[in-house]
Nanobody, 124 residues
Framework: QGPLVESGGGLVQSGGSLRLSCKATGFTLGDYVIGWFRQAPGQAREVISCISGYGGEIYYADSVKGRFTISKSKARNTVYLQMDNLKPEEPAIYTC?????????????????WGQGNQVTVSS
């Protein structure tokens, strides 16, 4: 079990919703920037959302803006990604990480921590 443990992936119909969870173990998320990445087959991994340490700044890629919501629970030491209105072109492996490039507008402690990745499949 790594420092970030994910859950919540699976199969959903086009237009449906899923919520991904990413629980930090062995450290407190508070100071850390954390983001969600996705990688579709044959494509580069991309940052789709991130949230600053203590939740000050939030970033969404244009492709998910208005449909995905990132949030953080201090009590559960967990970050979530609520994904609504999923599209058939969005199947990918979704991974949480505290290794978010500084080019995104989220700030905080950066570490090379990665979740195990969750497969999300969207059926049309």
């Amino acid at each position: 079990q790594g420092p970030l443990v994910e859950s919540g992936g699976g199969l959903v119909q086009s237009g449906g919703s899923l919520r991904l969870s990413c629980k930090a173990t062995g450290f407190t998320l508070g100071d850390y920037v954390i983001g969600w990445f996705r990688q579709a087959p044959g494509q580069a991994r991309e940052v789709i959302s991130c949230i600053s340490g203590y939740g000050g700044e939030i970033y969404y890629a244009d492709s998910v803006k208005g449909r995905f919501t990132i949030s953080k629970s201090k009590a559960r030491n967990t970050v979530y990604l609520q994904m609504d209105n999923l599209k058939p072109e969005e199947p990918a492996i979704y991974t949480c990480s505290t290794d978010v490039p500084s080019t995104y507008q989220c700030v905080g402690v950066v570490r090379n921590y990665w979740g195990q990745g969750n497969q999300v499949t969207v059926s049309s």
